[in-house]
């Protein structure tokens, strides 16, 4: 059974940064792509930032600069720095995992996490 424990969530200032972690269980994590989703109070889940199997990343838009994601395959762990924090940046935070596949929007993400809560307020 796969299991993914986010960790790392909390109340930043804007302009602060933040590391959140996920913990993998019971999966072969070191083939699977990974990533971090963010849902925000009346507002659709969304892809803040993914990296495959082979360490390729993605990232909306929105963070492009400011999050970076990074994966240790050994610890079972994936990462997101975010640095530069804004109040549009809250929202729970979910650790998603899934199949590699050949494009980004045909990753399945089949498992996640229970969230964790980032908010960004002065």
């Known amino acids: 059974q796969v299991q993914l424990v986010e960790s790392g969530g909390g109340l930043v200032q804007p302009g602060g940064s933040l590391r959140l972690s996920c913990l993998a269980s019971g999966t072969i994590f070191s083939i699977n792509a990974m990533g971090w989703h963010r849902q925000a109070p009346g507002k659709q889940r969304e892809l803040v930032a993914a990296?495959?199997?082979?360490?390729?990343?993605k990232y909306a838009d929105s963070v492009k600069g400011r999050f970076t994601i990074s994966r240790d395959n050994a610890k079972k762990t994936v990462y997101l720095q975010m640095n530069s924090l804004k109040p549009e940046d809250t929202a729970v935070y979910y650790c998603?995992?899934?199949?590699?596949?050949?494009?980004?929007?045909?990753?399945?993400?089949?498992?996640w996490g229970q969230g964790t809560q980032v908010t960004v307020s002065s």
């Open positions: 998603t995992t899934g199949p590699n596949s050949a494009t980004w929007t045909g990753i399945r993400w089949n498992y």
């Open positions: 990296i495959s199997s082979g360490g390729s990343t």
